[in-house]
């Protein structure tokens, strides 16, 4: 309105010839006081809409010439399919390519059908086969038809590799946390032995606890069939941080490191078993549940089930493996010079463990049993230095060697990136598992 008013009081100052002139000028002016005036309370009004359906006419199919791939279909193997059921679902309408794969040895990889992978096939107008891809773990199974034969063929597959990244929190266990957030169980595996060294898995977690993993996944054509190597990991631990890095300090050769180059690998683990719980601790009295009588329990026992895998604690030689009394079926690991591990109660030992065999720390060596003095299954774990027995769970473990100093450049290199992506997640709960 003050615009206004000043700018009547413009156009009263010109003189009258003037003012017709001045007025049209000062018009626009007006128009946008009266614009600017209303715009809070316009009403708009409801615009009508009108829905339009129309046929298209799509033009006659027409079977190609023959030899000619005509149509490439995809499907997804649900849990319960065939050979038969799938090629039905894939429109594929050929006897004799049904008895091709039926038949020859070669394609049998393809009746190992896992849910959730995919098959393609490309077939002619009249439903005869003309080729059939499948992904059978990291080899592709090609079948491909020339005139009137089948070849088949499988080899290793193009795979693409992909870095991901997660981070969850522990609320009442570490396969829990990581199917919460969609880590593959492979992936929880390797945080653990990462960490074996320095956290016990099965005493030290606690609710709250986190953890945040950068890793390797292979994929074909989109869909991810093959978890890799972790790269990075950290895991906070009753509040204390843990970081591994992962580096190749040699062709073919890696290992695990901290971001300032210390080695994570100790010369033996903390469990020979991945995952399980202490049914009976190191003590010099306990009361055995078979003789009936107090005496020491110089080891640990772990409770698993029959079958589970035990791994080697160190790189070493194996000094017995067979049948030993109480022990049951019994393997013992000689380290070095002054260190041996036992491991007994098993239910059978490893492919190829004999006498004289060396082995690698973390390698599988037997499974878990009830042989010997057992009420259970369980493994019974002794650890000993120059042959007096050790509680292995506070026993000071030696260090691997760390970084040399000629490979500190390239180490720090090649792990920048990584120990970047940790910071980025440190802090971001992705996923948790109330």
Not at 8 to 33: E, Q, S
Not at 96 to 124: C, E, H, M, W
Not at 346 to 357: I, T, V
Request: aromatic share 8%.
């Amino acid at each position: 309105m003050i615009l206004a008013q000043k700018l009547f009081d413009l156009v009263r100052k010109f003189p009258i010839r003037h003012r017709t002139a001045a007025a049209l000028i000062a018009l626009p002016c007006f128009g946008v006081v009266a614009a600017f005036g209303i715009a809070p309370d316009t009403i708009v009004e409801t615009v009508p809409v009108n829905t339009v359906v129309e046929e298209l006419t799509l033009p006659p199919l027409t079977p190609a010439a023959d030899g000619v791939p005509a149509f490439t279909r995809e499907e997804r193997i649900q849990r319960g399919d065939t050979v038969a059921s799938l090629l039905a679902r894939l429109q594929v309408d050929d006897p004799a390519a049904s008895k091709f794969l039926r038949d020859n040895k070669q394609a049998k990889a393809l009746y190992q059908l896992i849910p959730g992978r995919t098959v393609r096939v490309t077939t002619r107008a009249d439903g005869k086969l003309v080729s059939l891809r499948y992904l059978n773990g990291g080899n592709l199974l090609a079948v491909d038809r020339n005139d009137n034969a089948f070849t088949v063929e499988e080899a290793p597959a193009q795979l693409e590799q992909r870095v991901l990244m997660k981070s969850a929190e522990i609320r009442n266990s570490l396969f829990g946390a990581t199917d919460a957030a969609g880590v593959p169980d492979a992936v929880a595996t390797q945080i653990a032995d990462i960490f074996s060294t320095d956290i016990d898995f099965h005493r030290d977690l606690r609710k709250g606890d986190r953890f945040s993993v950068v890793y390797e996944v292979l994929y074909h054509r989109g869909e991810a069939v093959k978890t890799g190597r972790v790269l990075a990991a950290e895991f906070i631990n009753q509040g204390k941080a843990y970081q591994a890095v992962y580096f190749n300090y040699a062709e073919n050769q890696g290992a695990y490191y901290t971001p300032e180059g210390r080695n994570l690998r100790k010369q033996f683990l903390r469990s020979p078993l991945e995952f399980s719980r202490i049914t009976s601790g190191f003590t010099h009295a306990r009361f055995h549940p078979v003789l009936q009588t107090w005496r020491a329990h110089k080891g640990i026992d772990y409770g698993a089930p029959s079958g589970t895998r035990v791994k080697a604690a160190g790189d070493g030689v194996i000094e017995f493996a067979g049948r030993q009394g109480g022990y049951g079926n019994l393997v013992v690991l000689r380290h070095r010079s002054k260190y041996t591990t036992w491991y007994g109660h098993l239910s059978g030992f490893a492919k190829g463990m004999r006498k004289g065999k060396r082995v690698a720390q973390g390698e599988m060596i037997a499974f878990v049993g009830a042989t010997g003095l057992a009420t259970g299954p369980h493994l019974h774990y002794e650890f000993r230095i120059n042959g007096v027995h050790q509680n292995p769970l506070r026993v000071a473990m030696p260090e691997a060697p760390p970084i040399t100093l000629e490979q500190k450049p390239k180490f720090e290199l090649d792990t920048k990136l990584y120990a970047q992506r940790l910071d980025l997640l440190r802090g971001i709960n992705l996923a948790s598992l109330d």
